[in-house]
Structure formats: C-alpha cells, structure tokens
DNA sequence: TCAGAGTCTGCACGATCGGTCAGACTCCGG
DNA sequence: CCGGAGTCTGACCGATCGTGCAGACTCTGA
C-alpha cells in the first residue's frame, strides 16, 4: 500500500552537508502535528496514527522520539508552561503602578505564542491532571487568578477573570472556525485588540463604587 | 466480577404502583453521564464503556437506548441547538432598543442550562462538523456572531464576541477547576454577573473616539 | 573500510474501541 | 395463565488503540 522508500530519497541527492536550518526536523513536527491534534480533538481522542499521518512519519518514529503519548503531551506544552511561570513571576517580584498592565499585554503575547498549548491545558486541565506538567499548568493559572484579582475575591472578579483568558484562548483555536477565513485578523491585529480588549474587561471601566 | 441482580431488586420491594417522577430514567441518565463526559474529555475521548460505567449501566444498554454514539452526542445536544436557534429567531424577528439587552439575557440563560451541550459545541465544533446537529449549532453560533456585531465587521466586534461566548463557555466548565470548590458562586450570582459583564463587554463603554 | 550511533520503520502483542445479537427479566392486557 | 412489548445484559466481532522490538538505512569518525 505505502510506497516504502519515498522519504529517503526524497528532496535532495546532493552531497548534503548539513543543511543549515532544520536541526532535528522530525521531533517538532511530530510535536506540532500532535499539538494542533491534541487542541482540536482532546488528547484522549487523538491517535498516534492520526499524529504520524498528519506529519508524514510512521506511528513507530512518534514513540521514537517520545518514549510514550504522555510524554509527547508534556514535551509539547512543557514551553507554554514554562513561559506562564515566568511571567508570573515576574509579576509576582515587581511593584509600581503598570504592573497590571504589563502583565496583561506579556500574557497575551503568550496566548498568541502558545495558543494551541494554552487551549490544550485550559480546556483538558482536570482530565489530565495526572500528568506533572498539567499539574503544574494548574498551579500557575490559579497564581495568576489570585494575582489578577488581587486580594479582592469578589464573584464579579472570577468572571472576568475566567472570561477573559477563556475567551482570549477559544477566541485564538476554536473560535477562527467561525470566523470568514478571508476577514481573519493577522497576529499583530490580534494581540492589540486583546490587549485593549482584556485590560478592559478586568478592570470594570473605573467606576468604583457605582 | 459484577453482582449481577442488585439492581433489579434494589431499593424498594413493594407493589411499587409507577414511581411518580422518574419516568424514562435510564435514557435520561445515560445523556447526563455522556454530556459531562463529551465536555470534559472530548466526544473522541470518550467511551461507551465509561458512559455506562459512571451511570451504572451496562455498555449495551447505551447502545440500546441510542442507537449509536453518534445519535447519543445528537440527543444529548439537540435541545442546547434548538434553544439558540429559537433565540434567534426571536432576536431576529424583534426590533427596538432594548433587543441586544434581552438577546445577551437569554443567551446566559441558555449558557447556564447547558452548559455542557453549549462548551462541546463550540470547542469541537469543527472535528464534528460532520454530524448534522453540530452543523446547525455552526451555523446558529455564526449568524449569533453577526447579529451581535450588526452590520459592523470591526475586528474589534469579533474578538468581543468571541471571548464573551467562548469565556462564559469556559468559565461555566472547564474553568470551575481553577476556582475554590467553597467560593463556588450560585447559579444565580453567575446569571447576574455574566449579563452585566457580558453586557459590558459588547458594548464599548460607550466611548467612541477616545 | 568498517564499526557505531542515530533515525525510521514494519510487525506483533494485549487491551479496548464501537457495534451486533440473542437471551433473560419484568410488567401488563387478554 | 399466557403472550408480547419493553428493558437490560453478556458474549462476541473486526478494527484500532498504545507500546515493544528487531531490523534496515544513512551518516560519520577512526
């Protein structure tokens, strides 16, 4: 059925020497594929051989790379992670009056980064809490709750909070599906209607007692 | 393995003359069980086998009561569907000033009643685009879109749709998982909170230039 | 030239998937 | 007392799941 040597011989039969850019090609590709599956259909429902389809391998090169599904999982939304800690703590060590802001326009440029890794712990954070890295996914959107709202834990904040980033990460995977593909906003347009936008939303148009 | 009659013969062992309320429970079971499943893990991720687990049934009993996975996920979101598209169709047939307040009033009432229906089809509503009731819960979620944005295609007006629906989505359900199991606001306060918010978040503050 | 590391693959495995089917059980009108 | 409708189940099917493993291929340094 599949042709069996098409990759091999496949683009160039040049002498080679290394070609510059794309060191370890196979890992992030399988990464991304699995990535864009994981957003799209959960974990749970995607396949090592949708994955390896989906990049041109075989379902074997996916457990070559990454010793086990989970560990492709954790390999793929690890940086995501990572950069919401910093953040996070950055914010954390600082004081001064832009704080908010400047926290707000660093997350989004975060979204806008990681937006299918976002999606993918925002939205399967309970059903894969197991995994070390969702656990620490958890920890830190909870930091960064607690760290929005301040010390004021009203119903109102939680809302906004919650709609905000929910929103901003549905908004950047789910939601293009019902937007026109020809009126898709660039990534620049994006991230200066979210940063208005959400810096909106979480402080309620400075109407204090109202 | 399985104690194979305490069903049968569980609670009461009298005449019994029709239980009052619980006409249809196992079919009504099964759809609860599935719609938390289907949010939380994914329609893909989920199986016959733990849908009947979590509501004490047998794989084939699910089977027998719909006659396909497919049809359950139909059944289970096709009242959600078909109260966005009557809202619609009221919203659309209306006129007045106070239209957009009431259409964000009803579609909270709606987010709060279905809350799992509503999240599995906005999140998955592109993998499953093929099932016909996911079809029209597209198509109702676009014609939503424009009729909140009016004639005015801003990207503005797409992002402040998109995070409203797609945040209250997942504050309703993903998002309980990042909130305290103690602070849990009511119903109540949820519906009051998301109108106003929601409300705000549709309509600029009425600053027009700035 | 050859040994070794690195990469990618096909094949095989036990488990689980969605789905079919025949039977067992309860209830009720005749 | 009986027969049929309604409900629920276990056993079974072929396909696919995640994973283990041995081999084939390419490259590189000695």
Redesign the interface.
């Known amino acids: 059925m599949q042709t069996l040597t098409d990759r091999s011989i496949s683009v160039d039969g040049m002498p080679t020497e290394v070609t510059p850019v794309p060191r370890a090609r196979a890992a992030d590709e399988l990464k991304q594929a699995a990535l864009e599956q994981f957003a799209?259909?959960?974990?749970?429902?995607?396949s090592l051989q949708h994955i390896a389809d989906a990049a041109g391998y075989a379902k074997s090169s996916v457990l070559y790379h990454y010793g086990s599904k989970e560990a492709l999982l954790e390999a793929a939304i690890e940086p995501a992670v990572e950069g919401f800690e910093d953040v996070l703590e950055v914010f954390l060590a600082g004081r001064g009056s832009g704080r908010r802001r400047e926290l707000v326009d660093r997350v989004v440029d975060l979204l806008l980064e990681h937006r299918e890794a976002v999606h993918v712990f925002?939205?399967?954070?309970?059903?894969l809490a197991e995994l070390p890295v969702i656990a620490r996914a958890?920890v830190a959107?909870?930091r960064l709750?607690s760290a929005v709202c301040e010390e004021r834990?009203s119903?109102?904040d939680?809302?906004?909070f919650?709609?905000?980033?929910?929103?901003?990460?549905?908004?950047l995977t789910?939601?293009r599906?019902?937007?026109d593909e020809s009126?898709l906003?660039s990534d620049d347009?994006?991230r200066d209607?979210?940063r208005?936008?959400?810096a909106?939303?979480l402080t309620?148009?400075r109407t204090p007692s109202n």
Chains 1, 2 share one sequence.
């Open positions: 799209t259909v959960g974990f749970a429902g995607t925002l939205t399967q954070g309970q059903s958890n959107v909870r709750a834990e119903v109102d939680q809302v906004r919650g709609i905000a980033i929910g929103g901003a990460a549905f908004l789910a939601g599906n019902f937007a009126t906003p347009e994006m209607a979210l208005r936008i959400i909106e939303i309620p148009a």
